[in-house]
Every structure is written in structure tokens, then in C-alpha cells.
């Protein structure tokens, strides 16, 4: 059995503040690469892994195994299956990109036994199996259903009146409010600069202890674009609207902390991409990973891009799937 994940763009949480309630929140979206493909076998006992012999990078092997090994886990125990599985990775990304690749490694690892095993549980459920989902559920969002998704965050009194990340202070997966198909006519491309760190220094759960609770006003506003702007303008297929609105979206809330603390060539490259004629230029979740709308009429973008980073990154097209994982028995 295969299983085929897509990976995504997470754009922004939406309440870093916490005042009326709730927290968390986020917007995001599926695209169509890279990809993380993974076939299973079953096997006598215990958990095996290996990797196409094109899988020679050491990090995306290291930390391959960790998830796939504690999803495996995870959901045997859980579960009280009673085989043994072997993974093969056909396919996978870079971790710490931005891209989420942690989610999906895990959801699709958890999939494959439940499938062998004849269980049918939601993305959601195993979320809160495997330990994911406690900041955001874009991830999940991505894998199951694709498309431009949207989670409605957590009740404070669920996450301990706390803002910290799932890694601190966990909670059950939040639901989806809302799922839009994307344009698929619209391209995008994804810069990834060759970065020291992916948040210069600190751990994710100190910069959220230092920067939060986020001004409520920022939240405000953010919210406004995001339902009032962004979702309205992408239905009616506006996409000087929609770049307009991802370029805000940079300089409010948490979003703003995200792109503050990364190193300064990410931060050069956004603004380069801009400069280049992208209709919006964004990072992805906590970076380095940029992306820049663009449409067909664009067609230098792509490659003043490459040329920009050189051989100091990478950069790729992609669009929106706005479908979730391919299951292939």
C-alpha cells in the first residue's frame, strides 16, 4: 500500500493574544509539492524502514525514521494492533523548512496501519493520537481534505488559559471552519534560502513565552483581512486582492514575530521576490520557506528568483492541490 501526502503553506495563526477566549487559529494552503510518498508492507514484528536509494540526504533520513517510528508507535499502542509493519520512503522533503513535513510524515505513517488494520478514523483523530495539532491544524487540513483551509484555534480553557505551542502546553487538534478550493491557474513559487537556523537562536517555545501574548489590535486586523478580505477576494478569483492581503498579512500578530526573528536573507528575500513582481510574498510558518503568487503573465519571476539565491538555496514552482492525500492499496 502507498500512501502520497501533499505539503503546505502555513500563512499565519490568527490569535496570539488570547482575550476573547480563544487562541491559535490559522489560515493555510495545500500544494501539490513536494511530496512525501511512503509504501507498507506487512511484516512479521516490529517496525523496519528504508528509502529509495534517491534518498541520500542524512537529515530528511534521520528524521524520517524519528516520525515514522513514533507514529508507528503511537497508533499500535493506541490501538492494540497486534502486526508488524516495513516502510519503504519513495519520496520526501527537507525538514524544518516550513513546509510541514513533520505532519505529514506522521499522518501518513499513522494512515497506512489504520488502513491495514481496517480502521477508519478522521485526520483530526489521529492528530490527537500522534501529538499534533496542538498550535495548528493546517497540516491536517492539508493531508485530508487540500485546498485553502482554515482552523478555528482552541478554547484557552482546553490549552491551561495558555498561548505557548503544543510542544509546552498540548491540546486536542482544533476543528477547520472552513475549506475553499484554491485557483489552480495561479502558480507559485517557493524560495528556500540556506538559513543557520530556522528562528536565529531560540526555540519555538521561547519565542512564543517572549513574544506573546501579540497586541490585540493586531489580532483585530488580522482577523478582518483574513475574513473580510482574504476569503471574500480569493472566491471571486482576485488575485491582486489576495497578494495584497498576504502582504499584510506579514507585519500583523504572531506572523510579524515569525518574519522579525529570521535570519536576514529570508528576510531579504521576501522582499527581492516583491521586488521581482510577485502579486504577494509570504513565509511559511516559522520560514525559511518564502513563497510569491504569481500568475502565467509572470514569467521572469521564476527565474530572477533562481537567479537571486544562486547557489545559496533553492526554489521551485508549484500550485494549489486542493485535494488531500492519495491512498494507493
Known sequence: MIIKTPSRLHMTLIDLNG?????????????????????????DKGITIEFNEKITD????????????????????????????HFTVEEAYPPHSGLGSGTQM?????????????????????????????SSGIGM????????????????KDKGWSVLPSSVNPAKPPQLIG?????????????????????????????????CPVPKREVE?????????????????????????????QSLGFKNVEVYRQAQNVRNLIDSMKQFGAYGVGMSSF???????????????YEATKDYLGDN?????????NHGHELIK
Open 141 to 156: 487540513g492539508a493531508f485530508e481534505q487540500g485546498g485553502f483551509v482554515v482552523d478555528g484555534g482552541h478554547d484557552l
Open 58 to 85: 542524512e537529515e530528511i533520513k534521520n528524521e524520517a525514521i524519528k516520525k515514522i517510528s513514533k507514529a508507528a508507535e503511537n497508533v499500535i499502542s493506541h490501538f492494540n494492533f497486534e502486526d508488524g509493519f
Open 313 to 321: 538555496g533553492v526554489v521551485f514552482k508549484t500550485k494549489a492541490q
Open 179 to 211: 475549506r475553499y478550493d484554491f485557483p489552480e491557474e495561479w502558480e507559485l513559487v517557493v524560495g528556500i534560502c540556506d538559513a543557520d537556523t530556522t528562528v536565529t537562536g531560540m526555540k519555538e517555545d521561547d519565542i512564543f513565552e517572549k513574544y
Open 287 to 301: 520560514g525559511p520557506a518564502v513563497y510569491g503568487l504569481v500568475a502565467k503573465k509572470n514569467k521572469d519571476f
Open 19 to 43: 482575550s476573547y477566549g480563544r487562541a491559535d487559529g490559522g489560515i493555510g494552503l495545500t500544494i501539490d509539492k513536494p511530496n512525501f510518498t511512503l509504501h507498507c508492507d506487512l511484516a
Open 221 to 249: 486586523q488580522l482577523s478582518h483581512i483574513i475574513f473580510m478580505n482574504l476569503i471574500p477576494f480569493l472566491l471571486e478569483k482576485n488575485i491582486d486582492a489576495v497578494g495584497d492581503c498576504i502582504n499584510r498579512i
Open 106 to 134: 506522521s499522518l501518513a505513517t499513522a494512515k497506512l496501519i489504520c488502513e491495514f488494520n481496517e480502521k477508519n478514523i478522521s485526520s483530526i483523530e489521529m492528530g490527537s493520537i500522534l501529538g499534533r495539532g496542538g
